[in-house]
């Protein structure tokens, strides 16, 4: 438990910043599931019109640190690969 109050504004501050970049992974997490959903279900332009809205949201994350730039890049590489894949 934090005794000084440095320390005690830490936590706060790291309980706040916790629950924004949960908030912020969810996200990146639902705009992926949308592509993928997409996908699923057969149509192609949904699912274009879906990965055209993941995909800022993936490079602004990757941006601000929440996730790899690598991972972003995979991320939008292959969902592209699905899309493109459909007939």
């Known amino acids: 438990m934090a005794n000084s109050p440095q320390a005690r504004k830490r936590a706060r501050q790291a309980e706040v910043r916790r629950q924004h970049n949960a908030s912020q992974r969810s996200l990146v997490r639902t705009h992926i599931k949308n ?48 899309v493109q894949a459909m007939a």
């Open 35 to 82: 592509v993928r959903k997409a996908i699923a279900s057969g149509d192609k332009a949904v699912a274009e019109q879906a990965y055209k809205v993941a995909v800022p949201v993936l490079d602004n994350m990757a941006g601000k640190g929440q996730i790899h730039p690598n991972k972003a890049a995979r991320h939008k590489s292959r969902l592209n690969q699905q």
